[in-house]
């Protein structure tokens, strides 16, 4: 079995979804004919025509209101904007049409749309192509956030958020895009949405953490591990709206210890979420003070201080230390 990477999973996915249900389109600024930006959407006009294969203006909001209208009608438009910095300009028919539009029906309409968006910092890009803004699309009651971290779960993840009935935010790290590849076996590779992936299992402490940090975070464990001999446990929590809570209250209920790796700055983002929800449910089992390891709270630099600004291996590392050592 070949191992790919993450464009490859989601290029696959959509073909085979795109292959079983006439009713899967996909739309957004050069997604046709050129393929995407990243190469995502590769190979999806040759195949299956411009009528499913739609490139559009230069125009997130029209963009998403027709995809609105296309969903409500029984489609299943798959959005791409193109980068995340971009996506703002779609805000008002998300927040106002897409996640209200079963409430406001009663029922009648629902909305199955995707919005796919490259987001996130570490390959030298501009600062509206290098921002990790999840927190704006969970805020949102009505609109579910996922974003993967692997070759293994990207495919998976894209496939269960085009089938989902409600609006999906599909945030993909795009430093996670071709920088390393896995072996995926698609019949074993299930990830439901709203379902966090124990990665490694532990006692002495959790780390948590989402997108292209876990990688990262991964590396820090691996030297905590070789240093002290602890065994923390590694949960990727995919679905950042609606949260695992179980799965993260379980976990730090059994290691009395927690780390939580955000890329997005430190100030109203999921890891001050997560410290509250286990400040509710698992706060008299805590031996040490949760950790948050964040980029600083100002807007993203450029190119030659991306690197400083972004969380390293070595700041996980030093709040895991000095988690298990309080």
């Known amino acids: 079995m070949a191992k790919i990477n993450m ?29 995407g930006v990243f190469r995502v959407t590769d190979g999806l006009y040759e195949k299956f025509g411009r009528k499913r294969v739609l490139d559009t203006p230069i125009a997130e909001s029209a963009i998403l209101g027709a995809a609105i209208g296309m969903a409500m009608a029984g489609l299943k438009p798959v959005v791409e904007m193109q980068f995340s910095g971009f996506s703002y300009l779609m805000m008002h028919q998300l927040e106002g049409n897409a996640s209200r539009m079963r409430t406001r029906s009663r029922g009648q309409f629902t909305v199955p749309l995707v919005v796919r968006m490259p987001y996130g910092g570490g390959v030298r890009a501009l600062e509206h192509h290098s921002e990790s803004k999840e927190v704006y699309w969970a805020h949102t009651p009505g609109v579910k956030v996922v974003i993967p971290s692997s070759p293994a779960n990207a495919g998976p993840l894209l496939t269960a958020a085009i089938q989902d009935p409600d609006p999906v935010v599909f945030m993909e790290p795009k430093r996670s895009y071709r920088s390393f590849k896995e072996t995926v076996d698609k019949e074993k590779n299930t990830f439901a949405i709203g379902k966090a992936h124990v990665k490694e299992t532990g006692k002495d402490i959790t780390i948590i953490s989402w997108g292209a940090m876990m990688r990262d975070t991964i590396k820090a464990v691996e030297a905590v591990k070789s240093k002290t001999g602890f065994q923390p446990e590694i949960i990727d929590l995919l679905t950042i709206s609606p949260m695992d809570v179980d799965t993260i209250v379980a976990s730090v209920k059994k290691t009395g210890r927690c780390v939580v790796v955000q890329e997005a700055q430190q ?34 630099p450029l190119f030659a201080r991306e690197q400083l600004y972004m969380p390293k291996v070595s700041d996980i590392d030093q709040a895991i230390t000095e988690t298990l050592n309080f």
């Open 267 to 300: 100030s109203f983002g999921p890891a001050s979420e997560i410290i509250a929800v286990i400040n509710d449910q698992a706060l008299m089992y805590l031996e040490a003070p949760v950790r948050r390891v964040t980029m600083y709270d100002v807007v993203m």
């Open 7 to 35: 464009v490859t999973s989601l290029n696959t996915a959509l073909h085979d979804i795109m292959a079983s249900d006439d009713t899967v389109l996909v739309m957004g600024e050069d997604v046709g004919v050129n393929g």
